[in-house]
């Protein structure tokens, strides 16, 4: 399994000390748009249910909810990402089987004190500092520092923290195709979250649940429960028992809403008075959001590159950004401006929040460059038109027809609203796992001859 060598590289290493009045949790930072940024100073408001769903974001960057053979060699975990968008800070994780996505959100009654800074980083959730996470007590008062303007003036020759680690490409993949897929997905309906914790408590006694075979998660009244047959208003739901990991969460929030979305993607919000959390599964525990290939038109297209500057050049670390808002300001179409949105969040410029139902600025702190050079259907594709297999036979405003070189055989392609194509991986997956290489090809030769 191919993987980048990474350096997080600390000023200190994150802790939970003691000060006069309580604990002060200080959250170390690596990269983004300085070495080590310092975000914010002030103090956690509800810090018993805070700590335990930073806890919580921080687990699931560690945990692997499916294993292969070639896959039970644990790698290094990697470290959270936070944002500071000046008004709310969200801390995002990705887990290490590529299925599951987190994010938490500190709204502003979360947290209370000044803003330093903004963007986004890396932070150091070190075993110690969990395991201190893990004792704090709902009446201590918990400071919050994210980063320290002030650690190289306090300790001279202060040291480094390094964390080398080796971040799997599916990983990075996984990260940029979860904000494809949150676009489209769809509310669907509200639960009382006392009666999903009864639910997931339960999933230990249906060996049903435990296969990882397709469930459905229905509406009954304000009630939640599971069905392997599609009700009104139901959510697809792969390998249900991935979700064990919310149950104590629940006793903190008084309500669920549950998102649908295409070919069996779920999400689901836990809402609190102060904060958020959004968690994304993908369609089975087996399949990863990194093979899903979602992003990949948005790689070819280069159609709207010039509108995608102008807009990027519009991002200042916006918790909301508002495309009615953006296309009067670039005087362009709201359909332009969101294929562009969807184009900058292939390289991480942007998030998507499903209960704003909008994107948000954020940049992770990774190269992500190398997505484009080492998906494998993108790089077959380019192979295919660098060695002249792909012909345009036809072509309008709104459609172009082909025909693409196949192991065997030429593979008749057409591009209009979707691609289309003859090969076997169309007929496997049509265009619900994204476009196959020679559906890209014929885009790249579009795209080349203008």
């Given at each position: 399994m191919s993987g980048v060598d990474y350096a997080y590289r600390y000023e200190f290493a994150s802790s939970l000390e003691p000060v006069n009045d309580g604990r002060l949790l200080r959250l170390a930072t690596s990269g983004g748009i300085e070495k080590n940024p310092h975000f914010f100073t002030g103090r956690i408001v509800n810090p018993r249910v805070t700590c335990d769903y930073l806890l919580a974001v921080s687990e699931v960057a560690r945990t692997?909810?499916?294993?292969?053979?070639e896959l039970r060699n644990r790698l290094l975990a990697a470290d959270p990402v936070v944002t500071s968008g000046g008004e709310r800070l969200r801390f995002e994780s990705f887990s290490a089987c590529c299925g599951v996505y987190a994010r938490l959100d500190l709204k502003p009654e979360a947290i209370d004190g000044d803003w330093t800074g903004r963007g986004t980083t890396n932070v150091d959730f070190?075993?110690?500092?969990?395991?201190?996470?893990?004792?704090?007590?709902?009446?201590?008062?918990?400071?919050?520092n994210v980063g320290d303007h002030g650690v190289e003036l306090e300790v001279e020759g202060n040291t480094v923290v390094e964390k080398k680690v080796k971040l799997p490409v599916r990983w990075l993949k996984g990260f940029v195709e979860v904000q494809a897929y949150q676009s489209r997905m769809k509310p669907a309906f509200e639960a009382k979250a006392t009666d999903l914790r009864q639910l997931l408590r339960g999933l230990g006694e249906h060996k049903t649940w435990q296969k990882g075979s397709r469930a459905y998660l229905v509406p009954a009244g304000r009630s939640v429960r599971l069905s392997q047959r599609e009700g009104s208003g139901?959510?697809?739901?792969?390998?249900?028992?991935?979700?064990?990991?919310?149950e104590?969460?629940?006793?903190?929030?008084?309500?669920?809403?549950?998102?649908?979305?295409?070919?069996?993607?779920?999400?689901?919000?836990?809402i609190l008075h102060?904060?958020?959390?959004?968690?994304?599964?993908?369609?089975?525990?087996?399949?990863?959001?990194?093979?899903e290939g979602q992003a990949l038109l948005h790689l070819v297209d280069q159609s709207g590159k010039e509108l995608s500057s102008r807009v990027r050049s519009q991002l200042k670390w916006q918790a909301k950004l508002d495309i009615s808002t953006l296309a009067g300001t670039l005087e362009a179409g709201t359909d332009a401006v969101k294929k562009a949105l969807d184009t900058l969040g292939t390289q991480g410029l942007v998030g998507y929040d499903l209960s704003e139902s909008a994107f948000f600025h954020r940049e992770l702190p990774f190269d992500l460059n190398i997505i484009d050079d080492l998906n494998?259907?993108?790089?077959?594709a380019r192979q295919l038109l660098a060695d002249g297999g792909v012909r345009i036979t036809a072509r309008s405003e709104l459609k172009v027809e082909g025909y693409v070189r196949g192991t065997e055989v030429e593979h008749r392609v057409v591009l209009d609203e979707e691609g289309r194509c003859t090969c076997t991986w169309y007929a496997d997956h049509g265009g619900r796992r994204g476009p196959c290489s020679h559906v890209l090809a014929l885009e790249l030769a579009v795209d080349r001859d203008g």
């Open positions: 692997r909810f499916y294993f292969q053979n070190n075993q110690p500092m969990r395991g201190a996470l893990a004792g704090v007590l709902q009446s201590e008062p918990v400071g919050l139901a959510v697809a739901i792969g390998a249900p028992a991935r979700l064990k990991f919310v104590p969460l629940l006793r903190h929030a008084q309500l669920v809403r549950f998102y649908g979305g295409e070919d069996g993607v779920a999400g689901l919000e836990i102060h904060a958020s959390m959004h968690i994304v599964l993908s369609p089975d525990a087996s399949r990863g959001f990194s093979g494998p259907r993108l790089k077959k």
